[in-house]
């Protein structure tokens, strides 16, 4: 399967597509990235500021949980990478390079990723929960 939909365009590389967890981004682009976390996960949290998007893999468990779910993104061991996290709402732990310093975004909320998860989809929905 091809998750950029395109089988001859090369999909970038995780520690690319984590960028789009803390720099806002095209909603294109932070789909891509949400539907390369659907091997693992199955809720991602995404948030909107103006016309550009970012998303955070999530955990109820606070930052340790939340440091081994981003190891495996990024398919590396968990004691190689360091994290920021900050709450997001409804007891979830989001990633967060500065969690005193985060942009109040104008919409947010958990993505549960059961259904189609194609970018394209994925990029749909994302704009239908956030507006």
Not at 59 to 88: K, M, N
């Amino acid at each position: 399967m091809s998750l950029s939909g395109n089988r001859n365009q090369p999909v970038p590389s995780r520690s690319r597509l984590i960028m789009s967890t803390r720099d806002w981004s095209p909603l294109e682009e932070v789909a891509l990235a949400v539907s390369v976390a659907t091997e693992d996960e199955t809720k991602v949290y995404v948030e909107r500021l103006s016309d550009r998007y970012r998303w955070s893999l999530i955990h109820r468990g606070g930052p340790y949980p939340l440091l081994r779910i981003t190891a495996r993104f990024l398919q590396v061991d968990y004691q190689s990478i360091f994290i920021g996290c900050r709450e997001v709402g409804d007891g979830y732990s989001a990633l967060s390079d500065d969690p005193q310093g985060e942009r109040v975004p104008d919409s947010s909320g958990v993505l549960a990723l059961d259904v189609d998860c194609t970018p394209s989809a994925i990029a749909s929905r994302i704009s239908g929960l956030l507006g």
